[in-house]
Each structure stands twice: as structure tokens, then as C-alpha cells.
DNA sequence: CGGCATCCCGTTGGATACTG
DNA sequence: CAGTATCCAACGGGATGCCG
């Protein structure tokens, strides 16, 4: 097994302490099946710079569809992490931007979008070595 | 228009905040879609206490079934997240735990933890009123 | 432009039964 | 004990079309 430890051990974010409760795994559970899916988090990463229209964060959340995109910032808008600002105009406008609560959200989730960039190829790599380990044996 | 670097900046010069591409922001996805579900989330929190056998696992991680739990399991060991460790007893004995790897992302989740042990019970709040304000209108 | 409603299909995941 | 295999219901989510 290799001895790569350069990449992990990193002074980054070893936490000795184990604070994982079961009680607070369900709670993270359960506030992460609202807010941590793929979408919610690109949303909320887009609307971190500041406000942006409808359109403008279809477009910067490639991949997203109308549906997708309008039933997520709908809860979000329920849940207060983003507001919805209507426009009387024509053609309409709607600008969506995170709130306090929301600003707290995108910080918390920093940490996990660092693992994933930082672990991303790591992981692919790993997945290729696990099917070439599988195909041996 | 955007308040940009305001955010909370620990060690972290990189931060992808505005830096998200439409490619990184489907990497960061693809992995935080493998990594950031529910039950990824509770079996990595169990295990951050140290090693635990199949059985164990499943009766931390309460309400998992057997389905969920070996295909997270095996994911997990795939992605290089856990180790798994087979003892050629009877019965049988395998045993989980982290390793580095899966030690820095179960740091990578507790801000996210901490966020909604915080914030889970505003959340409630702000769906009751919303949904108050919808019976209204 | 910014949605909502509908259809429809692939995937997720629980329940159950079987195996080494 | 630690899985594997199968079935099937529920859900997610894309495509399309319509409306204010």
C-alpha cells in the first residue's frame, strides 16, 4: 500500500474529538436531505457572490433544469436561507439572494466543497485502482 | 452588487466561492452527491469513534438497512474512505474504521453538523410560517 | 421572463428470503 | 455474523407545454 501521506496529512482539518452523536448524526441527516443535495449546494454557491436573477443562476448552475431549479429555491425561500425579490415589471423580474441564515449555510458548507476539490482525484484514482484489484482476484 | 471575500476565511486561500466553473461545480457535485447523503453521513459519523463491526454499525446507525448499509459500506472502502478488515473466524468478524482520508472528510462534515444542530429548530419555524403565510394569502 | 402542471421513466431504497 | 439476491413501491428529476 502506498505511503502518499503528503496529500492527507495536511494541517488541515484532523479533529480528534468525536462529537458525532448518534443523536446529531440524525439531525445532520435530516437537515442534509433538505439542504445538502447536489443542487441546493450548487444553488446556494452561486447565490454566495450575491443576488442573481432566475435566469442568471440557471445559467451559472449548468445542468440544472426549470423544475429542478424552481422547487429548490422555493424551499430554500421556505426554509429562509435565500429571499425572493419580485419586480413589478415587464418583462418581470426576480432576484433571489441568500440571507443571514443562508450566508451561515454556504460557510458551513466551505469546508466540504475544499474536501471535495482537494479529494476529488484522489478518490477517482482510488475507484480505478478498487476495479483493477477487483479484476484480479 | 457582490460583497465579494467577506466570507469566513480560515486557513483557506483558495476558496472556490466565485472560482466554480461549470466543470468543478459537476466534480464538487459528483462527489459531494457520493459523499454528503444521509446515510454516508450517519455510517461515517459512527465510525469516527473508531472501529466497529457490521452489526455494530447498523445498530448505531439506527433505521439503515442491510441494502443501505453494505452499499454504503462498499462505496466507502472503494472511495478509500474506509477500510474493511475480515477475520477468518467463526463466525465471521469484519471490522470498519476510517482512515485518513475518511478522518478528514468526517472533519470536512462538522461545521456542516454544528451549522444544523444550530439552525434545525429556525428551519422548523420558518416552514411553519410559511406555511401560515401561504394559508393566508 | 419566470414560472407551474403534466407526463414519464430511471433510480433509490425498503422488505423479504436465501447463503457461506 | 455478514452479507447476497430479488422484487417492487416511492421518489427524483428531465422533457414538454402552457400561462401571467
Chains 1, 2 share one sequence.
Not at 31 to 49: E, Q, R, Y
Not at 51 to 72: A, K, P
Not at 131 to 137: A, G, Q, T
Request: hydrophobic share 45%; net charge positive.
Amino acid at each position: 500500500m502506498a505511503q502518499e501521506g503528503t496529500f492527507l496529512s495536511e494541517a488541515n482539518t484532523f479533529v480528534p474529538i468525536d462529537a458525532l452523536s448518534p443523536t446529531d448524526c440524525k439531525g445532520l441527516a435530516g437537515v442534509l436531505a433538505d439542504v445538502g443535495d447536489k443542487w441546493t449546494i450548487m444553488v446556494v454557491g452561486a447565490l454566495s457572490k450575491g443576488s442573481l436573477r432566475y435566469n442568471e443562476i440557471q445559467r451559472r448552475v449548468s445542468g440544472i433544469s426549470q423544475r429542478m431549479l424552481t422547487l429548490t429555491l422555493k424551499r430554500l425561500e421556505v426554509d429562509g436561507i435565500v429571499t425572493r425579490t419580485v419586480f413589478p415589471t415587464v418583462p418581470p423580474r426576480v432576484d433571489y439572494e441568500l440571507t443571514a441564515l443562508g450566508q451561515t449555510l454556504r460557510g458551513a458548507l466551505v469546508p466540504l466543497q475544499l474536501w471535495a476539490a482537494k479529494n476529488k482525484e484522489l478518490i477517482a484514482d482510488n475507484r480505478i485502482h478498487a476495479i483493477k484489484n477487483k479484476l484480479v482476484s
